[in-house]
């Protein structure tokens, strides 16, 4: 993502809670039952079965379906971990710290820390990146793509077979400027192999005519925003499409559910484009629900930087996120300079 690796520099390294770096990762050869490969990154060991991905931890083991946290891998990997948390579930996850990350057990549950059961660990962010990207396309068979819908795609289910690097080696969108500027991320078209999503076939395809003043060509320019998201062959993957210094514009299409619970680490502005999403939003440290909002085409919302939220697509959908990319916002959320909501009324 590349407000991460500005993040990473802009500043020290922001270290809340002061955890050494932990260091030692492996790759254990593929088993011989269902032929996965196990992984270790410092005292976290990873291994699938046929229908489970199973994390282990000092005093600590915890189960997914393996399709759950496949997805939500390959949300991580893709999104450089993101702005913020990226809960898999209510148990595991990772914080970003913009050139380190934390990986976590527990620690964004409040049974687990009450009980003084969560368990951290920090890491150089390119380390687990390694373990992460190497896990996912280890553990996805080649018919299956974490990154689609439900119905667009087979099943992750049963023993090696195969891989689909041609999936999860995505790049994520992230213009320069604006998408279709000379130099800058091209529109989608049928000739890039971009076609139209099946909920999207009503959605017109004509681009806008620009007619910029000699000398403008580089600097004006217009594109079908609404055409361009109709052809994304992926969902819940915000990407950066238009740059004014720290603000982005993040538009996304979403069907089925957000694969992860996102903790946000700074407030985060949602445009409903079309269609509906149902948002399960939680406090962000403890997982205890806070509210439940539905969006409907043309709705507003600012989720606040001290939640965590999921959001529920019957029908694909597209949405604008909208980010402010300062690497200097979390430290000021977590040292009470910010505040945690962008408006008050």
Avoid at 14 to 25: A, F, S, W, Y
Avoid at 112 to 122: E, L, P, V
Avoid at 144 to 169: H, I, L, Q, R
């Amino acid at each position: 993502m590349a407000m991460s690796e500005s993040a990473a520099t802009a500043d020290a390294i922001d270290n809340p809670r002061g955890l050494p770096i932990t260091t030692g990762t492996e790759v254990f050869p593929p088993d011989n039952v269902e032929g996965y490969k196990a992984f270790k990154a410092g005292d976290f060991s990873f291994r699938r079965d046929a229908y489970f991905a199973h994390i282990t931890w000092p005093g600590g083991r915890h189960e997914m379906p393996i399709d759950v946290f496949l997805r939500a891998l390959m949300r991580d990997v893709a999104w450089g971990f993101f702005y913020g948390t990226v809960n898999f579930d209510h148990i595991f996850g990772t914080t970003n710290y913009y050139g380190e990350v934390e990986m976590f057990a527990g620690a964004c549950n409040h049974a687990y820390t009450k009980a003084g059961r969560d368990f951290i660990q920090r890491f150089k962010s390119d380390e687990l990146m390694d373990v992460f990207s190497q896990m996912v396309s280890d553990w996805t068979n080649a018919d299956y793509d974490p990154f689609a819908a439900p119905m667009e795609t087979g099943t992750p289910w049963g023993s090696k077979n195969g891989d689909n690097d041609a999936a999860v080696t995505r790049q994520r969108v992230t213009a320069k400027r604006m998408i279709g500027l000379p130099g800058d991320t091209p529109v989608r078209t049928d000739e890039s192999g971009f076609t139209v999503n099946r909920h999207f076939t009503d959605v017109d395809q004509s681009q806008p005519d620009v007619y910029p003043e000699p000398g403008f060509e580089h600097e004006v320019s217009a594109y079908n925003l609404f055409g361009y998201l109709s052809r994304s062959d992926v969902t819940w993957n915000p990407s950066v499409c238009s740059v004014i210094k720290d603000s982005l514009f993040c538009p996304t299409t979403e069907e089925f559910t957000l694969p992860v619970e996102h903790g946000n680490d700074r407030c985060e502005w949602f445009i409903q484009l079309s269609d509906e999403i149902i948002w399960d939003v939680k406090d962000g440290k403890s997982g205890d629900p806070r509210a439940t909002v539905t969006m409907r085409a043309g709705d507003v919302s600012c989720m606040p930087a001290d939640i965590r939220h999921q959001g529920f697509s019957n029908k694909r959908s597209m949405l604008l996120v909208w980010e402010n990319g300062s690497p200097k916002i979390p430290e000021m959320v977590r040292n009470g300079t910010a505040p945690v909501v962008a408006v008050e009324f």
